[in-house]
């Protein structure tokens, strides 16, 4: 039997390697007709769909391809996104809620085909999808839910019972979804967007625009790609012209995997808000026969937000969680991921602003990627080649503002606000590096300034800025995980400084003269 190595990494990382792509040569020059900068599964997607359709493409990819948030996802794609129908509804209007129901339920369908047509063993598999509550105190919320998405056009139901193995006060049901292994879904579209012409590039990171005529692309070493059309596919728009940075709310959320017996599948997808959020479902596990791998997510919390050893807390109830639920579970392995949320719970994903001719976004997908970043990637190729744009375009259309959304837009400044100005003013973490246990990081003033300081597990010290590469608010670290994470718009670095996610493109700086 194979042995799948055990630790804090992704299950989805771990079982499905692939060979490298180069890095784009430095100072060199490519034209092409439309680039997308990121690898993940928006980014694939559009790229694929563009190949498809004749179009010449390069993708360019900082670190690895399906490796950044897709990489580290639940792996579920359905139409059901726990409780957003009837605020949709509420919001937008029936007609938008039919509109969304639409677009997602295609995506999912459109995956299969995709799978199918490609000849991906991608470990697709069909399961209902539930929103579920515990307590009867939401039990009306659960309810006006399942109605809005079956007038949204959804087959939803609601029901009493689950195939959980505790009681439920009550669920929206939704048949006929899918769970699959989304790597190995990626790398094959990836392999067959080579077949067709495109071209991929990965350790190549972009951090220049020109929005001209055409547009043209710069990366970190020199090189440059001329493309009539730009596609900014990286999780969180590493270019701020349309200032949505005022408009995403970062959130980060953990995850356990865990093998259990396969009598103990709970024969579905399920989520609920609930104790923080808690989702569960399972997938093949071919490292240990007649068992199945248990994928829990949950515990949201926003980056750089949490105190010093919370992380970790958060981990621990997590497991406390899925242990007492499935008594059986072996836990194999931990990861996190990372998403954002909109002001009026609706992704953006068409136009970057609204003076864009050629450049193209696609951000806030609030946690449901998977279905979102495939329905992108043919809208945003509908806008690229001109193709009769599908019914939802006007949905999702960045430059949207509806009015509702105002407060939830005032909310999200204030507290942006509130992390900018209290980094400065709250007193630094620990009085002097020497406080600072191996393995752990802290904010130090040193010389009058604040410090991003790290002990390495051999007592090694290294200090940073711990200013924000993006627009200089102060990050925190991440115990669990050992990164800095700026609180105000989600970028994360390592502890030597480089940049682990945007929308920062810059390393943090180094302050190695801890004397001042």
């Not at 630790?7 to 390697?17: I, P, T, V």
């Not at 010290?461 to 989600?490: K, Q, Y």
Request: with cysteine; charged share 20%; proline share 7%.
């Amino acid at each position: 039997m194979t042995t799948l190595r055990i630790g804090y990494e992704s299950y989805w990382m771990l079982s499905a390697a692939s060979g490298p792509y180069p890095p784009l040569p430095p100072d060199s020059v490519t034209e092409v007709d439309a680039v997308v900068v990121g690898g993940g599964i928006t980014g694939l997607s559009t790229a694929w769909e563009l190949a498809r359709a004749g179009r010449s493409v390069a993708v360019l990819e900082a670190d690895r391809i399906a490796g950044g948030v897709t990489g580290h996802t639940a792996g579920k794609l359905s139409a059901l996104h726990g409780f957003v129908y009837a605020p949709i509804r509420d919001t937008h209007g029936p007609d938008a809620a039919r509109l969304y129901a639409r677009s997602q339920r295609d995506a999912v369908e459109h995956a299969a085909r995709v799978a199918e047509q490609l000849g991906v063993d991608c470990e697709l598999e069909r399961r209902p999808a539930y929103t579920f509550v515990e307590s009867p105190d939401h039990a009306d919320e659960m309810r006006d839910e399942a109605d809005a998405a079956r007038e949204a056009g959804l087959d939803a139901t609601y029901v009493t019972g689950t195939g959980l193995p505790f009681a439920v006060h009550g669920a929206v049901r939704l048949p006929d979804q899918v769970q699959f292994h989304p790597r190995k879904y990626l790398l094959a579209l990836a392999a067959d967007l080579r077949r067709r012409g495109g071209v991929v590039y990965e350790r190549t990171r972009v951090v220049g625009l020109d929005q001209g005529e055409p547009c043209r692309v710069t990366t970190e070493n020199g090189a440059v790609v001329v493309a009539r059309d730009v596609v900014v596919a990286t999780h969180y728009p590493v270019f701020d012209r349309a200032l949505m940075f005022s408009r995403l709310s970062p959130r980060r959320e953990l995850v356990i995997a865990a093998t259990v017996p396969e009598s103990a599948d709970p024969g579905g997808m399920y989520l609920t808000p609930e104790r923080n959020t808690r989702s569960v479902h399972t997938a093949p596990y071919p490292f240990r026969p007649g068992h199945r791998l248990l994928v829990v997510t949950g515990e949201k919390f926003a980056p750089g937000t949490d105190g010093i050893g919370s992380v970790n807390a958060r981990y621990e109830r997590l497991a406390a969680w899925l242990h007492e639920r499935f008594p059986q579970a072996h836990l194999v392995h931990r990861w996190a991921t990372q998403d954002n949320d909109t002001t009026d719970l609706v992704p953006y994903i068409g136009r970057f602003h609204p003076a864009a001719h050629h450049t193209y976004v696609a951000a806030g997908f609030g946690g449901w990627g998977m279905s979102t970043g495939i329905l992108a990637g043919r809208l945003l190729a509908a806008h690229i080649t001109d193709a009769r744009l599908p019914a939802w375009a006007g949905l999702y259309d960045p430059v949207r503002l509806h009015p509702r959304e105002t407060p939830a837009l005032l909310r999200r400044q204030t507290d942006v606000a509130k992390h900018f100005v209290a980094g400065r003013l709250s007193p630094s973490y620990v009085d002097s590096p020497d406080e600072i246990l191996p393995g752990t990081g802290a904010i130090v003033r040193i010389g009058g300034r604040r410090c991003a300081v790290h002990r390495t597990a051999e007592g090694e010290i290294r200090a940073l800025s711990a200013r924000c590469t993006h627009l200089g608010c102060l990050v925190r670290f991440n115990d669990a995980e050992g990164a800095w994470e700026c609180p105000c718009h989600g970028s994360r670095f390592d502890v030597d400084g480089s940049v682990l996610q945007g929308p920062a493109t810059r390393p943090l700086e180094s302050r190695d003269d801890l004397s001042g």
